[in-house]
């Protein structure tokens, strides 16, 4: 038990350095990249305090040079998943009842590594193995994810200092326990600080972890255990394991112990896996808390009062940065017929003005390549459907070349009927579709918007007319957990923009908040009365 009540650092938002020519930041990355790229690291299964090198390995390429290799990682059978539960159990007791200020105080030191002598590391192998710019490696595995770590840290306080009231003669109070069992995270390759705030958030709240990082995402999943271990976490409260994803999830998924699943990912997997937990749930000593973040179709929608060199850019930099591989980007869009021309023309001079499709080491690249040969094919698949249709054409790009990386051209597809594939279809690229609708139809639009696709995670409206605004707010309120007014629908940061979305984009638990750290604990109420009655007999009964 603490001995005090204890203030938390106040959480604020890591400063985004520039890695303009010429600043310090900009040659370590540099230098760290190269290390990196001229080495070939061996990633290990962590469990419990053993680094498991099970020699089924599998290589790891960066996706913009495929062909060449920085290393690999190893693979688990189903006996290393059951001891990496084991691990998690043995690791469960002591971990919960450490005192929670212990906790915190590994996840700030974890934070300030980051910021400091892992800051470097960390940011150039997300560019390396997740082909990301400096700018979005910075903005994603450095600020993001230190973001996550003390903001959450703080949020951890407010929840344990949030108690009931008390009447006279009692003393009612609330602890927050951990979940009764282990959680396993799944984590996806896009956004190495979501890779980390998924067990991490777990852990903090006093849980132990099972994590499955994506097979496209393990070089900075390694820099992340080292950032962990450095900070002093236990052994055994994260075990990261790697392979066979059906294998590990079923192994897991069989487990009495299993309580709760935190997850970001596709749509049908994450279904698969409710229906999996719900046939499964007999097993269960308790009822999983199942917390999901999925897809997105996610849009912008112009007035014809928008200002089109805001919209041009909503749409350059919504779609196309990353590639397009944020769940948030933006991937329809709805323009008005009398601006339509103007803000198309100012998009295809933005994507010229783009060089072409590169490695992130060199820094005068907007656009590197997507993740793996199988999200090439399938965008390269849509853009063909897209140049033989005769209801679409291709207006901007539609250019791609896997012969070194994974290039796709930022490309723009205007689309004559609103329900064209590339309008409802999850992407996940640099391919943005657009749709021309009459000036007159701005309310009929709006509902064609909500009512379009399954998601519901970003969207945004640019406008420069109030009431257009209230009523897109109004009529949109269902089709985006996170809703951008005259901006692009991408970048919500910790502490400022909750993240999370509903319909078929997730649960909502709202990522960067508090709200996502109450599904992690399992509040015990306390009532302790001082004087305790000695006689059944209530006044009443005279």
Known sequence: MG???????????????????????????????????????????????????TGDTKPMSPPHDHKHLVGHYHTAQKEHVEKAIASCLNSRKAWADLTWEQRAAIFLKAAELIAG???????AATMMAQSKTIHQAEIDAACEFID???????????????????????????????????????????FTAIAGNLPASAAMMGNVVV???????????????????EAGLPDGVINMVMGDPVMITDTILKSPDFSGLHFTGSTHVFKELWKQIGTNIHTYKTYPRIVGETGGKDFIIAH??????????????????????????????????????????????????????GSPEDMSNFITAV?????????????????????????????????????????????????YTTMCTELFGPVVTVYV??????????????????????????????????????ALQNCAGNFYINDKPTGAVVGQQPFGGARASGTNDKAGSAQNLLRWISPRLIKETFVTPEDYRYPFLG
């Not at 002598?117 to 940011?123: E, T």
């Not at 496209?216 to 271990?229: E, G």
């Not at 591989?325 to 998009?347: G, N």
Request: charged letters at 25%; proline letters at 6%; a negative charge.
């Open 3 to 53: 001995k005090g009540f204890f203030q938390v650092p106040t959480a604020i938002n890591e400063p985004i350095k520039s890695y303009a020519p010429g600043t310090p930041e900009r040659e370590e990355v540099l230098k760290q990249y190269k290390a990196y790229y001229n080495s070939k690291v061996d990633v290990p299964l962590y469990i419990g305090s053993e680094e498991i090198k």
């Open 117 to 123: 002598p892992y800051r470097a590391k960390i940011n």
């Open 148 to 190: 996550f770590l003390r903001f959450n840290v703080e949020y951890m306080s407010q929840i344990y200092e949030e108690q009931p009231d008390s009447a006279e003669g009692i003393w009612n109070r609330v602890e927050y326990r951990p979940l009764e069992g282990f959680v396993y995270a799944i984590t996806p390759f896009n």
């Open 211 to 229: 994590w499955k990082p994506s097979d496209s995402q393990v070089y900075s999943a390694k820099v992340i255990m080292d950032v962990f271990k």
């Open 304 to 357: 014809p009062t928008a200002k089109p060199a805001q919209v041009a850019t909503a749409i350059v930099r919504g779609a196309f940065e990353f590639q397009g591989q944020k769940c948030s980007a933006a991937s329809r869009v709805y323009l008005p017929k009398s601006t339509a021309d103007e803000i198309l023309e100012l998009v295809k001079k933005d994507i010229e003005s783009l060089n072409k499709p």
């Open 371 to 419: 993740i793996h040969e199988g999200s090439f094919n399938k965008l390269a698949k849509f853009i063909d459907q897209a140049k033989a249709d005769s209801d679409a054409i291709v207006f901007a790009g539609g250019n791609y070349d896997k012969s070194k990386g994974y290039f796709i051209e930022p490309t723009v597809i205007v689309a004559k009927d609103p329900k």
């Open 437 to 474: 609708y009459e000036d007159a139809a701005w309310s009929e639009t709006l509902e064609l918007v909500d009512g379009t696709s399954e998601y519901a995670l970003t969207g945004a409206v640019l406008s420069q007319d109030r009431y257009a605004i209230d009523e897109a707010t109004k």
